[in-house]
């Protein structure tokens, strides 16, 4: 079967600068350098504007033009809005620690706030966003219906990855993600990533994605070597193990999706011939396009 690898990094700030670096070097180790996509954040925190931090534009052009596809993520990465529903207030922050920015915005402001967004990242990194995701996964309504207007390809959340523009859901299946900001957080992240390797095994689609601050944690570090063992029930090797094969070229404007990485076996690997790796490497812009027939 074949299979993609959609991966992603989330919190482009130049808050945290040094371990996107460091990310972006593990990625280049396991053979995913260039191959991922960058959820760039406009003004993270209202602290770390873009545009204050020119060593760090140049180093995030680098990785554009290394083939990395920068994604909108909100704009302040920061939830101030007001939650009249308990069960909005619930999930902004038993899910996020009050970071679900577009969860509670009105159409007025998330429209502002997503046209702004992509105005400033083209300008600042000659690249238009491929797509929008919503601080921790999270949407409101309304942003959702500003990112249908504005006809953007590529969106997701916890569960798919869809087109507002299109309506059609590209792809199915949780995110595997790790969080460390707490203990209880830390510990439910952990079980569930253990859970995934297994119940995903057979998944066409695997979406991971890597947060700044979690990177850094020993209990990510852990977890991410103890996910190179593969489970005696999940079919095949790990999602850890599993390695890009190739990419195809980049493409401009919202048509372009996710860094996207096509899954082998080892023994597949060992015997394909450039050719072949060629033909086996759909972008995640391909989720958009109707399949070709054998």
Do not use: K
Request: glycine share 10%; net charge positive.
């Amino acid at each position: 079967m074949q299979r993609r690898l959609l991966v992603s990094v989330h919190d482009v700030t130049p808050r945290h600068f040094e371990r996107l670096r460091a990310i972006a070097a593990t990625l280049e180790r396991h053979g995913l350098g260039g191959r991922y996509s960058a959820l760039v954040v406009p003004n993270f925190w209202h602290e770390w504007p873009l545009a204050d931090h020119p060593e760090f534009l140049a180093w995030l052009r680098q990785e554009i033009d290394a083939g990395v596809e920068p994604l909108l993520h909100g704009y302040f990465h920061r939830d101030e809005a007001e939650h009249p529903s308990p069960w909005t207030r619930l999930r902004g922050r038993a899910l996020t620690a009050r970071e679900g920015e577009f969860l509670g915005l009105g159409h007025e402001a998330a429209r502002a706030r997503i046209v702004a967004g992509g105005r400033l990242l083209t300008e600042l990194l000659g690249a238009a966003p491929t797509g929008f995701v919503a601080p921790a996964w999270l949407y409101g309504a309304a942003t959702r219906d500003v990112l249908a207007e504005l006809g953007y390809a590529i969106a997701e959340d916890h569960w798919r990855v869809w087109s507002p523009r299109g309506g059609q859901v590209l792809a199915r299946g949780p995110v595997i993600a790790y969080a460390s900001r707490t203990r209880l957080r830390a510990a439910a992240s952990l079980a569930w990533s253990r859970a995934a390797t297994i119940a995903l095994a057979r998944q066409p689609i695997v979406r991971l994605a890597i947060h700044p601050t979690t990177s850094t944690s020993s209990r990510w570090r852990g977890a991410r070597s103890g996910a190179r063992r593969p489970h005696p029930r999940s079919g095949g090797d790990p999602l850890p193990r599993a390695r890009l094969v190739t990419r195809t070229g980049a493409r401009r404007g919202h048509d372009r999706g996710s860094a996207t990485a096509t899954l082998r076996s080892r023994a597949q690997e060992r015997g394909s011939t450039a050719g072949s790796r060629e033909a086996l490497a759909p972008s995640r812009c391909a989720l958009l396009a109707p399949r070709r027939r054998a």
